[in-house]
């Protein structure tokens, strides 16, 4: 069940692929290489990752993206005076093609699965989210944590093509 993250016009899907999957696609007007590289250097990712209508910032964005490296990303929220962590580690890496990491801050943190499959100079970014249980899920979606991934990615597209075109 495919549906818009933003507008008709928006290339951006959310699709709930099982009981323990949501999968978000877009296909970016840019080369696989590009994209694995927002995606994998803190300095370039520090930029997108954050929708910045919900006023959050990223406080600390620590990446060591190979086979067992790690991550640690912090925000800070308005409404909290304590930051939130977000921590895991890497378990594959194929330059320009994939990423796949833990999201351990949570006993129910998912596996995260980014792919970039280039055709023709375009590339399709698809993120998964592969839960543990049903109720992970669930819990994912009632919390409202997707209502900011197409914005997201505008701000991706936006880090891409300045670098595909400088």
Same mark, same amino acid.
């Given at each position: 069940?495919?549906?818009?993250?933003?507008?008709?016009?928006? *290339?951006?899907?959310?699709? *709930?692929?099982?009981?323990?999957? $949501?999968?978000v696609?877009?296909?970016?007007?840019?080369?696989?290489?590009?994209?694995?590289?927002?995606?994998?250097?803190?300095?370039? =990712? *520090? !930029?997108?990752?954050?929708?910045?209508?919900?006023g959050?910032?990223?406080?600390?964005?620590?990446? /060591?993206?190979? +086979?067992?490296?790690?991550? *640690?990303?912090?925000?800070?929220?308005?409404?909290? /005076? !304590?930051?939130?962590?977000?921590?895991?580690?890497?378990?594959?890496?194929?330059?320009?093609?994939?990423? +796949?990491?833990?999201?351990?801050?949570?006993?129910?943190?998912a596996?995260?699965?980014?792919? =970039? /499959?280039? !055709?023709?100079?375009?590339? $399709?970014?698809?993120?998964?989210?592969?839960?543990?249980?049903k109720?992970?899920?669930?819990?994912?979606?009632?919390?409202?944590?997707?209502?900011?991934?197409?914005?997201?990615?505008? !701000?991706?597209?936006?880090?891409?093509?300045?670098?595909?075109?400088?």
């Amino acid at each position: 069940m495919d549906k818009s993250m933003t507008d008709p016009a928006s *290339r951006t899907t959310l699709e *709930r692929r099982s009981d323990f999957e $949501l999968a978000v696609s877009r296909t970016f007007d840019a080369p696989a290489h590009i994209l694995f590289e927002a995606w994998s250097k803190a300095d370039l =990712f *520090r !930029q997108w990752w954050v929708p910045k209508s919900y006023g959050m910032s990223l406080l600390a964005c620590e990446m /060591d993206v190979r +086979v067992g490296g790690g991550y *640690r990303l912090e925000f800070a929220y308005p409404a909290s /005076d !304590q930051p939130m962590a977000f921590y895991g580690r890497y378990i594959e890496v194929v330059p320009n093609a994939r990423i +796949v990491w833990t999201n351990d801050e949570s006993a129910d943190g998912a596996i995260t699965t980014v792919t =970039f /499959d280039e !055709q023709d100079g375009k590339t $399709l970014l698809v993120v998964s989210n592969r839960f543990a249980t049903k109720q992970a899920l669930e819990d994912e979606i009632a919390s409202g944590a997707t209502n900011g991934l197409g914005e997201t990615l505008d !701000q991706l597209e936006a880090v891409v093509m300045a670098l595909a075109n400088p």
